[in-house]
């Protein structure tokens, strides 16, 4: 341990202030309560308070700050998605991300790194350039590469895959595709949205949520029952148990999905790599580690226990990219939840239930939504209708059977 940091332990008076307050105790009212304290529910805390003006908000976490999906991903963010209503949802995110470590007063760690997807045969190539065309009719910054320029810009990587796997043709180069430190990004929105004077109850669990005449009242918690004239879901994996709470139906299913990081190495990987028949993805964190994750498990299970399985499958494709990784050790390895929708596109917004508002089926990509989640529901509470970039991810969409198709672009890409 640095003898500075053992020094800064060790005082009893600390020159830097606490990231955010702990409240003694509930109110009995609140103009919003959220539930759930990872990044989409703190993002609209915080957007709430600032941008709109409301800050008699409470944010209540079971565990503790970003217990859950914010703290358990590969922490990608992109816009290169396949329809135009993901592409824009996306893309806005990403702006929102490339100047949120100035507004937020924390380095979030934000790096440009470049997104390539890989296209192991002909056919996959062909997806690639659709995506590509789609991305830029929306002014994103997207195109179609061959095996030449890939080895230009990624030297290390085997464009033969060992033999063992088919080649690879071409890529969809992405180049704003970025990362950024998940845990930061939480803590960043955390620490804004206290100084706005919302409240962030860790170690509070919501128990029950009060319906009366199709309004939502308020929550009971394991302190006590706090009014509210709004309330939002924002607990990803764990949505099919609040909306047992309030009587709601969605077509959720939740799967683990998993990820490890390697051992420290110097610098060599400028670029998140992506392959879709391997169900590989990686890239290095500035700390040097590569943080690399597959598929989800495909069995539906509401747990985040890792199995040998995908740490051998994960190391065997990573040689057949990266021969060179074989005497690299795996330092750690972990599983997140999942909640998957049909159609691999997030719930948001409003829903039958007058006052009560989801944010859900975010999948594999709910970190790079981060930012303009937590926006478009702030602004979807405070006027009372969801923002124009969440309207075709309402509930009701799968009643209409009116579903925004994002498998392909999705399902692996994280």
Same mark, same amino acid.
């Given at each position: 341990?640095?003898?500075? !940091?053992?020094?800064?332990?060790?005082?009893? &008076?600390?020159?830097?202030?606490? $990231?955010?307050?702990? #409240? =003694? /105790? *509930? +109110?009995?009212?609140?103009?919003?309560?959220?539930?759930?304290?990872?990044?989409?529910?703190?993002?609209?805390?915080?957007?709430?308070?600032?941008?709109?003006?409301?800050?008699?908000?409470?944010?209540?976490?079971?565990?503790?700050i970003g217990a859950g999906g914010t703290g358990r991903n590969t922490a990608i963010i992109r816009s290169n998605y396949l329809t135009e209503d993901g592409a824009r949802f996306y893309e806005a995110s990403c702006?929102?991300?490339?100047?949120?470590?100035?507004? !937020?007063?924390?380095?979030?760690?934000?790096? &440009?790194?470049?997104?390539?997807? $890989?296209?192991?045969? #002909? =056919? /996959? *190539? +062909?997806?690639?350039?659709?995506?590509?065309?789609?991305?830029?009719?929306?002014?994103?910054?997207?195109?179609?590469?061959?095996?030449?320029?890939?080895?230009?810009?990624?030297?290390?990587?085997?464009?033969?895959?060992?033999?063992?796997?088919?080649?690879?043709?071409?890529?969809?180069?992405?180049?704003?595709?970025?990362?950024?430190?998940?845990?930061?990004?939480?803590?960043?929105?955390?620490?804004?949205?206290?100084?706005?004077?919302?409240?962030?109850?860790?170690?509070?669990?919501?128990?029950?949520?009060?319906?009366?005449?199709?309004?939502? $009242?308020?929550?009971?918690?394991?302190?006590?029952?706090?009014?509210?004239?709004?309330?939002?879901?924002?607990?990803?994996?764990?949505?099919?148990?609040?909306?047992?709470?309030?009587?709601?139906?969605?077509?959720?299913?939740?799967?683990?999905?998993?990820?490890?990081?390697?051992?420290?190495?110097?610098?060599?990987?400028?670029?998140?790599?992506?392959?879709?028949?391997?169900?590989?993805?990686?890239?290095?964190?500035?700390?040097?580690?590569l943080v690399a994750g597959a598929s989800l498990d495909p069995y539906e299970l509401i747990s985040s226990r890792s199995t040998l399985d995908f740490a051998e499958s994960m190391a065997g494709h990573l040689l057949?990219?990266?021969?060179?990784?074989?005497?690299?050790?795996?330092?750690?390895?972990?599983?997140?939840?999942?909640?998957?929708?049909?159609?691999?596109?997030?719930?948001?917004?409003?829903?039958?239930?007058?006052?009560?508002?989801?944010?859900?089926?975010?999948?594999?990509?709910?970190?790079?939504?981060?930012?303009?989640?937590?926006?478009?529901?702030?602004?979807?509470?405070?006027?009372?209708?969801?923002?124009?970039?969440?309207?075709?991810?309402?509930?009701?969409?799968f009643s209409q059977f009116d579903l925004v198709g994002e498998k392909g672009a999705a399902s692996v890409g994280h």
């Open positions: 341990m640095p003898l500075s !940091l053992l020094k800064f332990a060790l005082k009893k &008076e600390y020159p830097e202030p606490r $990231m955010f307050q702990r #409240p =003694a /105790s *509930l +109110r009995d009212r609140y103009d919003v309560v959220i539930i759930g304290g990872g990044g989409h529910g703190l993002a609209a805390a915080y957007y709430l308070s600032n941008t709109f003006g409301i800050s008699n908000v409470a944010v209540l976490e079971k565990s503790y702006e929102l991300f490339k100047d949120l470590s100035r507004e !937020l007063d924390l380095n979030l760690f934000y790096s &440009e790194r470049g997104h390539f997807t $890989m296209a192991h045969s #002909p =056919a /996959s *190539l +062909r997806t690639q350039r659709w995506r590509a065309e789609v991305n830029k009719h929306l002014g994103i910054d997207s195109e179609t590469v061959g095996p030449e320029f890939i080895k230009e810009k990624i030297p290390e990587i085997d464009l033969n895959c060992g033999g063992k796997q088919p080649p690879i043709y071409g890529a969809l180069y992405h180049p704003p595709g970025a990362i950024a430190r998940h845990d930061a990004v939480a803590w960043g929105y955390a620490r804004g949205a206290d100084r706005k004077g919302c409240e962030i109850h860790q170690d509070t669990e919501v128990t029950g949520i009060e319906i009366r005449e199709g309004k939502a $009242m308020g929550v009971h918690t394991d302190k006590g029952f706090v009014q509210a004239d709004h309330v939002l879901s924002a607990v990803a994996g764990w949505t099919t148990g609040i909306q047992d709470m309030v009587g709601l139906r969605t077509p959720l299913v939740v799967h683990p999905l998993q990820a490890l990081v390697t051992e420290p190495l110097k610098p060599w990987l400028n670029a998140i790599v992506v392959s879709a028949s391997l169900h590989t993805y990686v890239s290095q964190s500035s700390r040097g580690e057949d990219l990266f021969p060179f990784l074989g005497d690299i050790n795996i330092l750690r390895q972990w599983a997140g939840l999942c909640d998957m929708t049909p159609d691999f596109s997030p719930i948001m917004g409003t829903t039958p239930i007058k006052g009560f508002y989801i944010d859900a089926g975010w999948g594999t990509w709910g970190f790079k939504a981060t930012p303009i989640s937590g926006y478009s529901l702030a602004a979807t509470i405070a006027k009372g209708e969801d923002h124009e970039l969440i309207r075709p991810f309402n509930l009701k969409r």
